[in-house]
């Protein structure tokens, strides 16, 4: 099994851009999960899902799309990049009920 | 308030010692507590479930208190290995929150 896998590793863009971060998980979990991290202030939730076709906001949504049309695939998609939005991003997966959260090595964005 | 807090540290100790730090959370409903590991950007690596009656997994040690909403995790007989980032996580409705993480360093 491959785990979680996040493309791309790093990424720059520019103010306005918009590009999708891909994350795709072998477990066949139905849990998928997005979030941020900046120093100091830990993992943020940006977008989770319960299962294919269901997804929902969690802390931070703002300026992200998220769609889940397969259990395997759970891409975040910035809509027109703010340097606010330079981070890493990190995508994780579950089963229901199960303690663990397995999460992709990140995707570190830049903005300019 | 943050819904999950740390102290941020760093908490620098010798080998061998044993380092102690605290999680505290502000939703008294939480149901599900984690400690995860991260290592230098690297991604978070669960370390312990939280278990209301404690749990030891060898030189570590998780406790719940729920009367005083927090958690901790102690470490004994540190190893060099143990220097990392540890992020406590508390989970409503598979939804997880971090903290922003106590940094450990362990000195030779």
């Known amino acids: 099994n491959a785990g979680v896998t996040q493309t791309p590793k790093f990424q720059v863009l520019k103010t306005g851009q918009s590009m999708t971060l891909q994350c795709a998980q072998d477990m066949n979990h139905e849990y998928m999960s997005w979030y941020r991290q900046d120093p100091g202030m830990g993992l943020r939730l940006i977008h989770y899902?319960?299962?294919?076709?269901?997804?929902d906001q969690g802390e931070v949504p703002n300026g992200y799309n998220v769609s889940r049309s397969t259990t395997e695939d759970f891409p975040l998609r910035l809509l027109s990049a703010a340097p606010s939005q330079t981070s890493v991003y990190f995508c994780a997966s579950s089963y229901p009920g199960s303690d663990e959260q397995y999460f992709g090595p990140g995707t570190r964005l830049t903005v300019t | 308030r943050k819904e999950v807090e740390q102290d941020p540290g760093p908490f620098n100790v010798p080998e061998g010692a044993t380092v102690a730090f605290n999680c505290t959370y502000s939703n008294s409903a939480s149901q599900s507590f984690f400690w995860y590991r991260q290592d230098c950007r690297k991604e978070p690596k669960l370390l312990m479930s939280?278990?209301?009656s404690g749990n030891e997994d060898g030189r570590f040690t998780a406790q719940l208190n729920r009367a005083s909403q927090y958690i901790s995790l102690l470490i004994r007989d540190s190893k060099l290995s143990d220097s990392a980032t540890y992020l406590c996580a508390v989970d409503n409705d598979y939804k997880l929150s971090f903290g922003a993480g106590t940094t450990v360093t362990v000195r030779a």
């Open positions: 939280v278990y209301s």
């Open positions: 899902s319960v299962g294919a076709g269901i997804t």
